[in-house]
């Protein structure tokens, strides 16, 4: 079960960075509201993961999530590029996450 948490948590931190982008600077209060309840949720449940989750592995993994989901987000919504090499690099962040997801 926290490995779930962790997994939520870890799509919760996309949220909050992608919502970033759309709160302009906290200048839209709804934005702002949403990235806010995102952070805090993620955080919440990055910390009950952590009752059994080495904190090592459960803040890389969570971290890992939080960047792969937020680049390639990135490249969806804001057009950013999609070159080879950025691609490369989330896949090893990927393979990093599944690694240390296998090696508990």
């Known amino acids: 079960m926290a490995w779930v948490l962790l997994f939520v948590a870890g799509l919760l931190e996309i949220g909050w960075a992608v919502g970033l982008k759309y709160t ?3 200048t839209r209060l709804w934005p702002t509201l ?10 919440a449940l990055l910390g ?3 009752r059994t989750l080495p904190l ?33 690099c989330i896949a090893l962040i990927v393979a990093g996450i599944l690694g240390l997801r296998l090696a508990r």
Do not use: N
Request: aromatic share 8%; glycine share 14%; charged share 10%.
């Open 48 to 50: 009950v993961a952590l």
């Open 56 to 88: 090592g592995t459960a803040y890389a993994v969570w971290t890992g999530i939080g960047t792969v989901g937020t680049a390639v987000l990135g490249i969806v919504l804001f057009r950013e590029p999609a070159t080879a090499m950025r691609l490369v």
């Open 24 to 26: 302009d600077g906290f």
């Open 34 to 43: 949403g990235t806010a309840a995102s952070l805090i949720a993620s955080m």
